[in-house]
């Protein structure tokens, strides 16, 4: 158990809808990062807050969008879906900024668009 | 732009041999390489780090070496056992964020 919470586990849904990801981070940790994995992308960099704060954005589409509350838990709402949408959402957690630090990650959500 | 390679998808040995993963990556220059281990449909677990004035590092029947030169991590499993067929990620970090290999999937036969 790294500590990471995601909610849902799953989630199903329809093309055009809008889905909200939940990401608890492990106590402590003030860096939260969003990753989505899918069989043909591997695992891709979305968006990393800070204490609150964006620090860094990957590849993440307009439709998307994230928040990092005072409590650090974070969100990753996902609009207007599409099939191509359907994923692993990954959320990991660090004690700092990114590369000098290990990132423990949460067991994911799994979106499926139909 | 940014471009990381591990190689070949999928890697088949022998239980007790060594397996020995490669990660090259162009038009990049980490201060830090990380690798991480996946099982399937799971979360990414963190298994070691080295910093880009490091050569090696060990853990417990892991190593790991990085050479900035030749733009290349090779990741050993010594002594390996079935436990140890899983996906192997190699991520090649900044100060704010981890870029991911595609993976090397490993399995050891008994």
């Known amino acids: 158990d790294s500590g990471v919470t995601q909610t849902p586990k799953h989630l199903i849904t329809a093309t055009g809808q809008r889905v909200t990801l939940r990401c608890s981070p492990r106590?402590?940790?003030?860096?939260v990062y969003w990753y989505q994995q899918s069989l043909d992308q591997g695992l891709q960099f979305l968006i990393q807050y800070y204490n609150g704060e964006e620090r860094a954005k990957g590849n993440i589409l307009e439709r998307f969008s994230a928040q990092q509350f005072p409590d650090l838990h974070s969100e990753l709402n996902l609009s207007s879906l599409e099939l191509g949408d359907s994923a692993l959402y990954f959320c990991?957690?660090?004690?700092?900024?990114?590369?000098?630090?290990?990132?423990?990650f949460g067991p994911g959500t799994r979106l499926t668009v139909t | 732009s940014q471009k990381i390679e591990q190689n070949s998808e999928a890697l088949n040995i022998q239980e007790g041999k060594t397996a020995t993963l490669t990660c090259n990556y162009t038009?990049?220059?980490?201060?830090?390489l990380q690798w991480y281990r996946q099982d399937p449909g799971r979360g990414p677990v963190f298994l070691l780090l080295i910093r880009e004035n490091e050569k090696e590092k060990r853990k417990e029947r892991l190593k790991v070496t990085f050479d900035t030169t030749l733009k290349q991590s090779l990741f050993h499993i010594t002594a390996s056992q079935p436990a140890d067929s899983a996906t192997y990620l190699c991520?090649?970090?900044?100060?704010?964020?981890?870029?991911f290999g595609a993976g090397t999937t490993v399995t050891v036969r008994a």
């Open positions: 038009n990049y220059s980490p201060a830090y």
């Open positions: 990991a957690s660090s004690v700092d900024l990114a590369g000098r630090n290990e990132q423990y």
């Open positions: 106590s402590g940790d003030l860096s």
């Open positions: 991520a090649l970090a900044d100060y704010y964020k981890l870029s």
